[in-house]
T-cell receptor, first 115, second 119 residues
Framework: DAKTTQPPSMDCAEGRAANLPCNHS???????VYWYRQIHSQGPQYIIH???NNETNEMASLIITEDRKSSTLILPHATLRDTAVYYC????????????????FGTGTRLQVTL | DAGVIQSPRHEVTEMGQEVTLRCKPI?????LFWYRQTMMRGLELLIY????????DSGMPEDRFSAKMPNASFSTLKIQPSEPRDSAVYFC?????????????????FGSGTQLSVL
């Protein structure tokens, strides 16, 4: 799986947009970008995923650059409950490998949302 | 569905004792994963199953660790004998076999974890 690079920590004021960057310069054509987060004392939680188009769901938006070498997770209106460690992961998909591939977590970005 | 259920939530044991962690995946899910999380090493994949069959156990640290999945609704991770360095949070996760219409969505659902302390 391609390696990802994320800043170790970020701060964001409540109500503002939180933009979390991720570098995945060695991503290959059959790999998707996934984002998970882990709130303290809980298991990781899926947020969003994408290939090359921008994606949006009820939790966040994912912006992937045209060359796919980096992406940004956007939490449009961060709240205190969004304080967590955010993981950016790239992995090949089932349709290409014929089996679910393992999810390898890096160190992530610790997002602190403050009043 | 109640989600992925793990038990016990906390386990404290003495070095040398056998420890068994339990996991009930989400009904209908075909894949089950065991992860371990420590401050030093972060989240590590230990082993995963597909349709109750172990697919990749390369992350299992040593022979003291074993995992089984006797049926689609139950899995165990056993440590025998346990050592202080096994102290960690152990997570179980499950996912569905990707299928139409979205063959790309293989999101994992995690349980709340078991906090293991080996004294």
């Amino acid at each position: 799986d391609a390696k990802t690079t994320q800043p170790p920590s970020m701060d964001c004021a409540e109500g503002r947009a939180a933009n979390l960057p991720c570098n995945h310069s060695t991503i290959s054509g059959n790999e998707y970008v996934y984002w998970y987060r882990q709130i303290h004392s809980q298991g990781p939680q899926y947020i969003i995923h994408g290939l090359k188009n921008n994606e949006t769901n009820e939790m966040a938006s994912l912006i992937i650059t045209e060359d796919r070498k980096s992406s940004t997770l956007i939490l449009p209106h961060a709240t205190l409950r969004d304080t967590a460690v955010y993981y950016c992961i790239v992995r090949p998909t089932y349709i290409n490998t014929g089996t679910a591939s393992k999810l390898t977590f890096g160190t992530g970005t610790r997002l602190q949302v403050t009043l | 569905d109640a989600g992925v259920i793990q038990s016990p939530r906390h386990e404290v044991t003495e070095m040398g004792q056998e420890v068994t962690l339990r996991c009930k995946p989400i009904s209908g899910h075909d894949y089950l994963f065991w992860y371990r999380q420590t401050m030093m090493r972060g989240l590590e994949l230990l082993i995963y199953f597909n349709n109750n069959v172990p697919i990749d156990d390369s992350g299992m640290p040593e022979d003291r660790f074993s995992a089984k999945m006797p049926n689609a609704s139950f899995s165990t991770l056993k440590i025998q004998p346990s050592e202080p360095r096994d102290s960690a949070v152990y997570f179980c996760a499950s996912s569905a076999q990707p299928g139409l219409p979205d063959t790309t969505n293989e999101k994992l659902f995690f349980g709340s974890g078991t906090q293991l302390s080996v004294l």
